[in-house]
């Protein structure tokens, strides 16, 4: 059994030489992420797992203490004494001069993605879905990447999906237009893929934002949305952000993102949540910066994708940021008064035996194939239509309904007076909050307000958008 430390003369120390040696033989290195991100990690078979220095320090402990086998008790005392009064052999200095090793991960790519499970690797394109094992394959896995389940499936081209899931997930979409059904179920599938595939387009990075339906004059909490990301967490290494406490001027906002992590939740965002906040980590590299530690860099291509719920709207500034954004509205089967509990008489996931978590993994593994098929299906939604009745009174969308036309030129001044003859008991707004709801109502119509003034005299005028 291999030492890494010297015994002479009944004197024992440790040999900083053999202690490299041995880590090394055990699997550990440092990874550099770039030049100032050094990273410790440890490597058994093909999965690599982030240590820290005290990690490495216990791991010898346990050798010495549990596996080694000495010539006597009095000895391994003797070791295990010199061993704890020599901290400094594991200070951050020493260890990062471990070996240092790259490593090749297997990526996913735009037309072909991986699920890691503890017995198979499924490889899943847009034509096949090919059980494999990881010594096949050529690269490594974070330890975070392998799913907690024997999966039990044969080649196939597709998978017809089935389960309690899969029938969750329709009910998330469901409409009583059976085109619109069909396309938002179409839409739900594919974003639920896209989320899953941990490859990145640089040219057309999207955050996907869940939000609640919006009727009887408030938005209705329950739907389901909150069960849909704790799902994914089943497939990827998923990182949650409290959206309600979540302050963007927190440096260790990011605290909880690791190098392994694919997808990032900001949950259950309030209504004034600016999503000009985040949208450097959509479209960027990934700062993260944790307590007494130095910040790190994860690349675009490594770093997680984003995932949005709300009761509300999320706004942006300008058409990139829209650009940026698939909004899908989840229907409203569920509330609080009617929860996937009452329907499946059991909690999601509790209570499942290995059967319907295997129809669980196989329509996660659909979704990804319908993905990689047909890229993100657009929804059927007017979310700018949920933003004005979120933001505005029906009063005034029904007085702009009937008394203001596309391309006649209003004066300000005299439609909001005109606004207040006809509903002398609205309650009172400023005329700059009126104006801010006609741009709401011209965005939910696909219509462009244009404003000028002449004078004193403000204007504007809706016009066909023509973008």
């Known amino acids: 059994m291999k030492t890494f430390w010297t015994m002479t003369s009944g004197s024992i120390k440790i040999d900083p030489e053999a202690l490299f040696d041995f880590l ?3 699997g550990f290195h440092t990874y550099h992420l770039s030049k100032k991100d050094i990273f410790l990690i440890r490597i058994e078979s093909k999965v690599v797992k982030q240590v820290t220095k005290d990690d490495i320090r216990k791991f010898c402990y346990n050798y010495i203490d549990k596996e080694f086998i000495f010539e006597s ?4 005392k003797l070791v295990i004494a010199v061993f704890i009064k020599s901290p400094d052999s594991f200070s951050k200095a020493n260890v990062n001069l471990l070996n240092t090793i790259s490593i090749p991960f297997i990526a996913d790519t735009e037309d072909k993605s991986f699920f890691f499970f503890k017995n198979a690797v499924i490889e899943i394109s847009s034509e096949n879905i090919i059980t494999r094992k990881l010594d096949e394959l050529d690269g490594y896995i974070w330890e975070e990447d392998i799913i907690d389940f024997d999966f039990s499936f044969s080649d196939a081209k597709s998978i017809v999906p089935k389960g309690e899931f899969n029938s969750f997930i329709s009910d998330l979409s469901t409409h009583k237009d059976k085109k619109i059904n069909d396309q938002n179920s179409d839409s739900l599938t594919t974003i639920i893929g896209y989320l899953l595939s941990r490859s990145k387009n640089p040219a057309n990075p999207k955050a996907i934002v869940l939000m609640d339906t919006y009727k009887d004059g408030n938005p209705h909490g329950g739907t389901g949305k909150g069960l849909l990301s704790k799902a994914l967490k089943r497939i990827r290494n998923t990182a949650f952000i409290d ?3 979540h302050s963007s001027k927190d440096k260790f906002g990011l605290a909880h993102v690791s190098l392994g992590t694919k997808i990032l939740v900001y949950d259950d965002v309030p ?3 600016k999503f000009e906040k985040i949208f450097p980590l959509v479209t960027e590299d990934a700062v993260v910066e944790r307590k007494y530690e130095n910040k790190f860099t ?7 994708k984003i995932l949005i719920t709300t009761n509300y709207t999320v706004e942006g500034k300008g058409s990139s940021h829209r650009r940026r954004k698939v909004e899908f509205i989840i229907s409203d089967t569920y509330d609080d008064e009617y929860t996937p509990e009452d329907k499946f008489g059991h909690l999601i996931f509790l209570g499942w035996g290995d059967q319907e978590w295997q129809y669980f993994y196989e329509f996660m593994i659909h979704c990804v194939q319908m993905f990689l098929l047909m890229g993100i299906v657009e929804p059927k939604f ?11 009174s029906l009063s005034f969308i029904d007085f702009a309904k009937e008394d203001l036309e596309v391309s006649n030129k209003y004066n300000k001044r005299e439609v909001y007076e005109k606004f207040y003859t006809k509903f002398p008991d609205h309650y009172k707004i400023e005329q700059n909050t009126f104006t801010g709801w006609l741009k709401l109502y011209a965005d939910a119509k696909s219509l462009q307000l244009v404003e000028s003034h002449s004078g004193s005299d403000n204007y504007f005028e809706f016009v066909i958008n023509k973008i």
């Open 24 to 26: 090394k033989l055990n």
């Open 73 to 76: 008790e009095s000895e391994r």
């Open 243 to 245: 959206g309600k406490t």
């Open 271 to 273: 209504r004034d949540f």
């Open 298 to 304: 994860i690349p675009f291509e490594d770093s997680p």
């Open 382 to 392: 007017n979310v700018r239509e949920r933003a004005l009745k979120m933001n505005a």
